[in-house]
Structures are given as C-alpha cells and as structure tokens.
C-alpha cells in the first residue's frame, strides 16, 4: 500500500478531483428543471381533484326521493311551477328558422334536442281561430 500512494501519486489523484469537483455537473440544472415541471403539474392536478371535488355533489337517497316527490306535486297550472322545472332542466334554447335547439343540463354534459319545424309554426298547427 506504501507503495501505491506515492507523493506524485497522491498530487495527481488530488489534481484530479480538484479538476472534477470544477467540472459544472449537468445533471443537477436538469434535475432541478424536472423538479419545478413536476411541481407545476401537481398544482394543476391538485386544482382538477378540487374542481372535481366541487362538481361532484353526492345525493343521499332520501334527498332524490324528497325531491322528486316535491316535483311530483308542482301543479303545472302554475307559472312559477313551469318556471322551475325549465330552470332545473333545460340549459338554453336557441331559435333558428328551420330548427329549435333545446340544450338539457346533465351531468355528463350538455344533451341537445333538434326540432326541425318544417315550415309550418305553432300558430299553423293550432288551427284558424274559433268564432264565436
């Protein structure tokens, strides 16, 4: 072992890690930017979990039952009555010429329905007015 560790031995081993300590280590910088990219994805993931969080509002049983029972009892006579119910289920209805497209809220979505109107409106269909 004496013999192996010479003085110029040791000076040049000493030079050499000198020299590599120096030497920039490219993995580091890389490293660093993978770090701050994987940081900056788990922010973006951390909000989708909230969001999904906050989309996703579990029902018990019992308030389906109470609420469909409550629709169950709307008297459609009522205007306020046919109010809610396209409140709570249609999302938008859009007019054209030859169509109506009533837009339904879902979850999964917006549902579209397209009513082609042939021509002809509403006031057609009901016939000419009674005389009395």
């Given amino acids: 072992m004496y013999l192996m560790f010479t003085a110029d031995m040791i000076s040049d081993i000493a030079d050499s890690v000198m020299r590599l300590q120096q030497k920039e280590n490219t993995a580091v910088p890389l490293l660093q ?5 994987l940081e900056e994805q788990k922010e973006r993931l951390e909000v989708d979990i909230l969001r999904e ?3 996703q509002n579990i029902l018990s049983r019992e308030q389906v039952i109470l609420w469909l029972q409550k629709m169950k009892r709307l008297d ?3 205007d306020d009555n046919k109010r809610r119910l396209v409140d709570n289920f249609v999302n938008s209805v859009y007019l054209y010429e030859d169509r109506a497209v009533v837009s339904f809220n879902c979850r999964e979505g917006a549902s579209t329905l397209a009513i082609p109107c042939d021509g002809a409106s509403a006031c057609a269909l009901l016939g000419e007015p009674l005389n009395p």
């Fill in 33 to 37: 930017k993978r770090l701050d990219e």
């Fill in 53 to 55: 969080g906050i989309q």
């Fill in 76 to 78: 459609l006579t009522n």
